[in-house]
C-alpha cells in the first residue's frame, strides 16, 4: 500500500461556541491562564482599525492544541482560530484496543476533543493492550500519550513489535514519570503496548513519532486585534480549559489577515500543574486524583490510593465509607459518631450502651405520673369532704 498524504490539515479551537463578551476579574484570567506552561506577548500598535492578525506558530506542543488569546488592556479572552498545514508522507496506521475500552480509533484521529476510555476493575489494577498495525513496517522511537483532563498516567508501560523471529521487548515494562515513552529506534509493523492503570484512564491521543517521514509544517494562530492594544498568547497546556469568549469573525477568511511577529516564547510563572484533590501530588503521578492524600498510602499494591480504594466492596469508597472494612451501603449511623453501626464496637449514647435503661426511665416516669394522680385525687377527696362538713352547718 502507498503512503498517504495528509495535505492539509486545520484546528479550529474556540472559535466554535461563543458567549457574550465580559470583562473577567483578574482572579479568573489566572485561574484560566495558570493552566499554561508556555505564552508569547503581541504587540499591534501599527494597527488603525480592528484587523485579524496571524501569528506563526513553530513550536511544537508537548500536551495539547489549546491557547488562551487574552486582551491585556482589556482583561478580556478573545476567539481564535489556530491552522496547522503539513505535508507528510506518514504510513497508515490503525489500533486494536484490548481489555475492555471503547473506540480505539479515537486515539488516532488528531482530535483532542475525543477520548477512549479503559474501564477500571473494582480490586485491581487495570490492564489493556494497544495493538498498532501498518500496511508496511515503520520505525519509531517515541510515543506520546495525551490524557483527557483530570487522569493519570497510567503505573506502568511495555512495548513489544513482531518481527520475522517471533516477539521481541523493545521496552521493558517499566513506571510511566511522563506522557512521553522514549526506546531506540525499532522497525516494525505490528506493535503492542501493554498499559497498567490503577486510576481510571482516558486517552485523546496516541501521538506516535515516525523516523524517515517526510513533515514539512507551518502553524499559525488568528484572532482580531484592536488598535492600540497589546495581547498575551498562552499555549501549551497540560489539560482543557474553558474561557468566556466573545462573538468571533469570519477568522477562517484569508481576506485582510496581517502577519505579525510574535516575541520570543516565555515560560509562565502563572502556571500551576493540575492537581484535581490539592493535595500537592500532580494528577498524572496522583494514586487517587479526586481525594487528597498527600501520603499516597496504597496498603493493597493495586496502583489506586486507599483513600479511594473500596477494600469492603460495598460501593461506597474508603475516604466516604463510615465502616471501610465491613460492607455496609446504607452507611446506618444512629448515633452520628460518624462510624457505621456495624463496626461500632461501643455505641456513644449512654441508651445504647445500656439497653435496660430507656425501660427504667419509662417506669419511674410512669411511677411519678401515678404517685402525682394520687395526691391529686386524694386532695380532691379531701376538699370535697370539708366542703360538705361546711353545707352541713
Not at 476579574?25 to 506552561?37: I, L
Not at 485582510?256 to 492537581?275: E, M, P, T
Not at 460501593?315 to 444512629?334: K, M, W
Amino acid at each position: 500500500m502507498k503512503n498517504f498524504f495528509l495535505v492539509l490539515a486545520i484546528f479550529a479551537f474556540g472559535a466554535v461556541t461563543f458567549a457574550s463578551a465580559e470583562q473577567i476579574p483578574a482572579s479568573g484570567a489566572e485561574a484560566t491562564t495558570s493552566a499554561f506552561q508556555k505564552y508569547k506577548d503581541v504587540s499591534t500598535i501599527g494597527v488603525k482599525v480592528p484587523t485579524v492578525v496571524e501569528v506563526p506558530f513553530s513550536e511544537d506542543f508537548a500536551n495539547r492544541f489549546n491557547f488562551a488569546v487574552l486582551d491585556t488592556e482589556a482583561n478580556i479572552f478573545q476567539p481564535y482560530y489556530f491552522i496547522e498545514k503539513r505535508s507528510v508522507a506518514r504510513t497508515p496506521i490503525s489500533v486494536v484496543v484490548n481489555g475492555g475500552a471503547s473506540v480505539g480509533s479515537n486515539m488516532l484521529d488528531g482530535d483532542t476533543n475525543t477520548f477512549t476510555e479503559f474501564t477500571l476493575p473494582e480490586s485491581e489494577q487495570g490492564q489493556t493492550q494497544l495493538i498498532l498495525t501498518s500496511a508496511k513496517p515503520i520505525t519509531m522511537s517515541s510515543i506520546t500519550l495525551f490524557l483527557e483532563q483530570y487522569v493519570a498516567l497510567p503505573t506502568s508501560i511495555e512495548i513489544r513489535v513482531r518481527t520475522e523471529s517471533g516477539e521481541k521487548i523493545v521496552l521493558a515494562r517499566s513506571r510511566m514519570n511522563n506522557s512521553m515513552v522514549v526506546f531506540p529506534k525499532t522497525t516494525s509493523s505490528e506493535w503492542t503496548i501493554a498499559l497498567t492503570y490503577g486510576q481510571p484512564l482516558r486517552i485523546t491521543e496516541l501521538v506516535l513519532r515516525e523516523e524517515g517521514a517526510d513533515s514539512v509544517a507551518s502553524r499559525s494562530l488568528r484572532f482580531l486585534a484592536q488598535p492600540k492594544h497589546n495581547y498575551r498568547v498562552y499555549f501549551d497546556a497540560d489539560r482543557s480549559v474553558q474561557m468566556r469568549v466573545g462573538e468571533a469573525g469570519n477568522l477562517s477568511s484569508n481576506t485582510d489577515v496581517l502577519v505579525i511577529r510574535a516575541s520570543q516564547s516565555q515560560i509562565n510563572d502563572g502556571y500551576v500543574i493540575a492537581d484535581t484533590d490539592g493535595d500537592s501530588i500532580p494528577d498524572i503521578r496522583d494514586n487517587c486524583v479526586s481525594a487528597s492524600n498527600m501520603d499516597q498510602v496504597d496498603e493493597n499494591a493495586n496502583g489506586r490510593g486507599d483513600v479511594c480504594d473500596d477494600f469492603d466492596k460495598d460501593g461506597v469508597v474508603n475516604s466516604t465509607d463510615n465502616c471501610p472494612n465491613e460492607p455496609n451501603l446504607n452507611q446506618a449511623d444512629i448515633d452520628g459518631d460518624k462510624i457505621g453501626d456495624i463496626c461500632d464496637k461501643e455505641e456513644s449514647r449512654v441508651t445504647e450502651k445500656y439497653t435496660w435503661l430507656p425501660w427504667a426511665g419509662m417506669g419511674f416516669a410512669g411511677l411519678v405520673l401515678l404517685v402525682l394522680f394520687t395526691i391529686t385525687a386524694r386532695s380532691m377527696m379531701t376538699k370535697k369532704v370539708d366542703d360538705g362538713g361546711e353545707n352541713l352547718g
